[in-house]
């Protein structure tokens, strides 16, 4: 277990674990150290909510921008080395702080749109500095009865992570009283995976009369990213370009120009 960040750093730190996960233990910090503490098989993530990243600004609030117009994450480091692996985490933005939009774009967008704001690195990727982990060894030990007067010790065993993860799951601890009596028989403390989900509408710049996509720009973004990716494409590249949903592109495969059809074939 290791601390991922001091208050003092804000409210910007979260530790998460994932779905369907079982703690199996509680996290309780040093007594008079307020500090955040991070499960091994959890994610720290840092949000902030000043600007969005990773896209480019074209104002900031009321004000225009005289400066970097554009914050990306190219790196993310833990104790001072490169994280082996890391992933982007959004936030709600209004964009009319951040673009400058039309009158008709005033109307037509969303008040607030997601986009990236921070990011998270933990679970099997984490790769904390040694001195910050705290490590138990979690060992069984078995005895074989044979009869009451003559036992027998077998080996030490000691799990791996994905059978800690099933005995977290279906072991004891999961079955007991204290976790099936009370509330706890009527609804769940932990959060589960529903069955149906529905993903966010995706978008594509794609041509205006044939609608195929144009990847180069913009494709599998929210709205309001395609449109700013096509309002600074470069230029000469954003004629005779939209912003569609993904359902709307034209699913037909299209020949290459210039590519011989195979005889017998036709297109």
């Known amino acids: ?12 730190w979260t530790a998460e674990l994932p779905v369907e996960t ?14 955040l503490l991070l499960h091994p098989m959890g994610q720290a993530t840092v949000r902030q909510k000043v600007v969005p990243l990773n896209r480019t600004l074209e104002r900031f609030g009321e004000y225009a921008i005289s400066g970097p117009d ?15 692996s890391w ?9 009319g702080d951040f673009e400058q939009l039309s009158e008709t774009e005033k109307l037509s967008r969303d008040s607030f749109e997601v986009m990236d704001s921070g990011v998270g690195v933990g679970g099997d990727l984490l790769d ?21 007067w003559r036992s027998r010790r077998m080996p030490v065993y000691r799990p791996v992570r994905d059978v800690q993860i099933i005995l977290g799951l279906t072991g004891a601890k999961s079955t007991s009283g204290l ?6 028989q009527f609804a769940r403390t932990r959060t589960r995976a529903p069955a149906v989900t529905l993903e966010a509408e995706r978008y594509t710049v794609a041509t205006q009369d044939t609608l195929a996509p144009r990847a180069n720009v913009a494709a599998g973004v929210t709205k309001g990213a395609a449109t700013l990716a096509l309002k600074h494409a470069p230029s000469g590249t954003a004629e005779n370009l939209q912003v569609v949903p993904e359902h709307e592109l034209d699913p037909r495969p299209r020949p290459v120009p210039g590519a011989a059809l195979s005889p017998g074939r036709s297109p």
């Open 22 to 35: 079982v703690p199996a233990v509680t996290l309780l910090p040093p007594a008079g150290e307020d500090v």
């Open 1 to 12: 277990m290791a601390a991922a960040a001091g208050r003092e750093l804000g409210e910007s």
């Open 179 to 184: 976790a099936t009596s009370g509330t706890s």
């Open 128 to 148: 904390a500095p040694t001195a910050a982990l705290k490590t138990a060894t979690l060992d069984y030990e078995t005895k074989i009865i044979d009869a009451p």
């Open 70 to 84: 554009r914050f990306d994450v190219s790196e993310v480091r833990v104790g001072g080395r490169p994280a082996g």
């Open 87 to 95: 992933s982007v985490v959004t936030e709600h933005f209004p964009p």
